[in-house]
């Protein structure tokens, strides 16, 4: 599986997702100050994901941040009154 760059999802939200090293900020959690195989960054709207992961750790990593992403953007198109809850 190839990992996108994007995904766009319904009414312009789109998701950046990144592949960085293992010892960046995105991953690091600052409550443990471990770092985390994946992250999701709601302001960016940005998904990052450890690059020296096995391809199907990655995916699978992609799949839970993308949930993350999508809540968000759930929430973003019901504050804007776009869909109801």
């Not at 600052?30 to 096995?54: N, V």
Request: include cysteine.
């Amino acid at each position: 599986m190839r990992i996108p760059r994007r995904l766009h999802l319904p009414f312009g939200y789109v998701i950046t997702i990144k592949q960085v090293s293992a010892k960046d900020n995105m991953l690091l959690d600052k409550d443990t100050g471990t770092y985390l195989d994946g992250s999701w960054d709601p302001e960016t709207r940005t998904i990052a994901i450890k690059q020296t992961l096995p391809q199907r750790r990655k995916a699978l990593v992609l799949y839970h941040e993308c949930f993350h992403g999508l809540v968000d953007a759930q929430h973003h198109l019901m504050n804007k009154g776009i869909i109801q809850p």
